[in-house]
């Protein structure tokens, strides 16, 4: 399994050659990085250069700026606290973001928004700060680092603070972005409509603003512990912006190439979660349609990790057959009834179940089922149901798990598996794992007990091959 852009082990390099220049840095001042500058509005200051990890300002002698009678009228003046503010960036480092935390006692703002006492934002480009009084407007902060937000729409502009480039997937790039107001941290996925599509036709759920609304709004009010949280979503003409939750721990595609291939236990426990995700989209009538590992993003580098499936929905903002085509050709991941419509009939939620069987596939063996690199096209394979266990690591894995991913990549989607059997499959019933999961998910007890409880019930018919 590769993906392109793997990034290289140059960490060790790095670390030792930092450790040159800092032996270098000890004999000779180092330059100070300018990060920023605040330009005096009202206030009698020209510019100030921020070159500092912190900018304090008030009244006190000890700050970095000390406001006197020269600066600002007495009026003004007397409302100062003695450390009215302070500008913070980590390490001078650009890429970082820059807060702003009110210290007074008479207000700190943020275009024309107070802070709060002791409160925090994000300080951005072009911010008017005030103090002491809404209208009297000190400062304007420029933000020296480049500026990420350039062609980005208002409406994200306006209350996130763009920042560093968190990766690229087929639909296009992740940007970490930080709500302005609570500093909290989102991943920003920018979708381009016709990258996919290859054409410049727009989606046909353009045409109706009122349904993207909608769809927009189902997708927010989605709560699961592991589907990816929307906070956010901007519908442009040829662009979604979605706003998602920001999960630390990458997608489930590198850690198997980093981990070659995953243990059943870990595998099971992902599984268990994806599942679970999944059931939740079914019960209220979504089909994710496009389940892959990139698709699938953990919330921490740990194995025993909370997972998060993500890019549900994505299939009605984007043009209809998008998951049928991907950039790389052959979508390996779809079912076959998706490959033999052309992906442009409707199909049921037995879509995902090929797909999670597809997933569950390639942790256990860090191998895909249907490859081009199998002697015959990926498609034939597909729409033929036609895989086998060739990976040595099957040989440790099993029966009951090979088991499932038979009955998940049954051909038919009729006698393939709901999601509602998959959880109760044998593989799954395993407590140690379903502890660490109802950990890792926060389940109330009542709603494992439930789960655990359905094991107790005779198995449901399930189809066979
Ligand atoms: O390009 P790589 O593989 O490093 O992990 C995702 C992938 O990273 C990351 O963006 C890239 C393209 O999908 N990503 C996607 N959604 C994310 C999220 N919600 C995310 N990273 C953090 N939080």
Redesign the pocket.
Known sequence: MA?D?T?GGTQGATQSQASNIWTQVESQPMERIVWGRLYGKNIKIKSLDLNNDEFKAGRGEANDLVLTLKDLPEKILTRISKVHFIIKRANCELTNPVYIQDLSRNGTFVNNEKIGTNNMRILKNDDVISIAHPTYKAFVFKDLSPNEAIGLPEEITKTYSVNRK????A?G??R?VYETRTCQQ??M?IVKKNMLAGSARPSTNLSDPERVLNEAKIMKNLTHPCV?RMHDIVDKPDSVYMV?????G??L??RIISKKLLSEETSKLYFYQMCHAVKYLHDRGITHRDLKP??V?LESGDEDTLL?V?DFGLSKFVQKDSVMRTLCGTPLYVAPEVLITGGREAYTRKVDIWSLGVVLFTCLSGTLPFSDEYGSPAAEQIKKGKFAYRHPAWKGISQRAKLLINQMLITDPKKRPSIDDVLQANWLRDTKVLQKAKQLMKLDSMEIEEVENNFLEPPTKRSRR
């Open positions: 993906r852009g990034q968190l990766g690229s997937g639909y790039l992740v970490l989102f991943a996925k990816v998602l939750e920001f999960m630390r990458g997608d595609l590198n990139d698709n993003l998060k993500s």
